[in-house]
């Protein structure tokens, strides 16, 4: 079965720095990949996904994602933190060859110091 | 537009008792999900409906659980008798097509005592 896997339950930057979300997958074939975020109190937001158009894939609010598939890696990076950009991640696949089924990563809570 | 809204944002019961959850779609929307999230674990998949039909419930963990969608308008998810591994949180989402993006409500927290 198809699954991700997120480096680090926690990361904390500074304002201003780059910020880089590890997500690694478990495929044999190209996947489907996302990155959801998820706000304090609100909805899990769609940041952008992986559907085997481009390698590097732009979201919302300044993310991107590259895909690497000799490294099976799917990670986020922006190049500036914003204190906006406080929030949960979830990095996922598609699972069981549904293209309905999520599955998710436990998340990377992201900490932006001032 | 209106996104997918979730009734209660927090619940707080003793073992035993049961509980009603509800979530009502994007309008417009025929397919509907529910996903839970135990503390420290993955978020994960209960089942699909498209319209008022179950299309996949194998992410149901019992058969304490059940989830009825009638007129396939809103949603409703049923924990009789609670237990306390059913804490955690609850998300409902929603997609025109089972293939396009899901949008999340912002999810009801279960704690069972």
């Known amino acids: 079965a198809q699954s991700v896997t997120q480096l680090g339950s926690h990361v904390s930057v500074s304002e201003g720095a780059l910020v880089l979300l590890r997500c690694n997958y478990s495929s044999s074939v190209p996947p489907y990949l996302f990155w959801y975020v998820q706000y304090p109190n609100q909805g899990l937001q769609l940041l952008l996904k992986y559907t085997s158009a481009a390698t590097l894939v732009k979201g919302i609010n300044g993310f991107e994602a590259e895909f690497k598939k000799s490294e099976t890696s799917f990670h986020l990076t922006k190049p500036s933190a914003h204190m906006s950009d406080a929030a949960e991640y979830f990095c996922g696949t598609n699972s069981g060859g549904s293209n309905y089924k999520l599955t998710f990563g436990k998340g990377t809570l992201l900490t932006v110091n001032p | 537009e209106a996104g997918v809204t979730q009734f209660p944002s927090h619940s707080v019961i003793e073992k035993g008792q049961t509980v009603t959850l509800r979530c009502d779609p994007i309008?417009?929307?025929?397919?509907l999900y529910w996903y839970r999230r135990v503390m420290g674990k993955e978020i994960k998949f209960l089942l699909h409906f498209v319209k008022e039909s179950k299309q996949d419930e194998s992410g149901m963990p019992n058969n304490r659980f059940l989830a009825e969608r009638t007129g396939g308008t809103y949603s409703t998810l049923k924990v009789q008798p609670a237990e306390l591994e059913d804490s955690g949180v609850y998300f409902c989402?929603?997609?025109?097509?089972?293939?396009?993006?899901?949008?999340f409500g912002p999810g009801t927290r279960l704690t069972v005592l």
């Open positions: 989402a929603s997609s025109q097509a089972s293939s396009g993006n899901q949008f």
């Open positions: 309008s417009g929307h025929d397919n």
